[in-house]
């Protein structure tokens, strides 16, 4: 998938987040070791349930609520995309830009926070916070943390949104979340997956992975 492709995806959906019609999402209980190839490791959040899944192309996404809400009536929201195939670094500034402008556009108020840019067992992370805010006190603000994953075989984002001010402790909460959320490869020293078989967690992993 190239970058123009992957951002013609990216439609407006639950206000204003921009979100990319997505695809192959395995959420399953397996065990670390049968884990092959790059994958995506993600907790299900407590207290959240997967609420939707979607797969255009070589693009997926999913979305977590919390156990009692909606994908179209919620306060918060964690979304997950996949763009298989796609691992050109020029992709982020591409990703971010276009989250700007489309924030920008629908909210009377929007701002960009960066957090970190580094590397996590060997790939390149990106994470920055988004908010936006109406002068309508009848229109709900939106506010959403980023992590965005440089793969080699696929590139990974996590949202966590929310239909309110978080606190300092909530925020927090949500960047220790965001740091459970890794990508691993069975064929890389330089990034190991997990060796704890006892560990359950949501994985997404990327096709096509060399056995």
């Known amino acids: 998938m190239t970058c123009r492709a992957a951002a013609s995806f990216l439609t407006r ?11 192959l999402l395995s959420v399953c209980g397996h065990a670390l070791a049968a884990l092959q190839g790059e994958n995506l490791l993600q907790p299900l959040p ?3 349930r997967i609420a939707n899944e979607q ?5 997926s996404l999913t979305e977590m609520v919390p156990t009692n809400e909606t ?3 919620w306060s918060r929201m964690v979304t997950t995309q996949v763009y298989r195939g796609l691992s050109d670094a020029s992709f982020f500034s591409k990703y971010q830009g276009q989250m700007k402008d489309r924030w920008a556009k629908a909210c009377d ?9 580094g590397s996590e067992n060997g790939y390149v992370t990106h994470v920055w916070l988004q908010v936006c805010a109406f002068k309508d ?28 001010q978080p606190t300092k ?17 069975t064929r890389r ?23």
């Not at 797969?55 to 693009?59: I, P, R």
Request: aromatic residues 8%.
């Open 189 to 211: 020293a330089d990034s190991p997956c997990p060796i704890d078989e006892s560990t359950r967690v949501t994985v997404k992993t990327a096709p096509e992975a060399a056995k």
């Open 13 to 23: 959906r639950h206000g204003v987040r921009s979100i990319a019609l997505c695809a």
């Open 55 to 59: 797969t255009e192309g070589s693009a």
């Open 71 to 73: 994908v179209d009536q």
């Open 109 to 117: 108020v929007a701002d960009v926070q960066p957090f970190s840019d």
């Open 137 to 164: 006190k009848q229109k709900k603000p939106e506010i959403t943390l980023f992590k965005f994953i440089q793969g080699r075989d696929a590139t990974y984002v996590v949202q966590m949104a929310s239909h309110f």
């Open 169 to 185: 402790a909530q925020l927090a909460e949500w960047m220790a979340y965001l740091g459970k959320v890794t990508v691993c490869d």
């Open 46 to 48: 407590t207290g959240f």
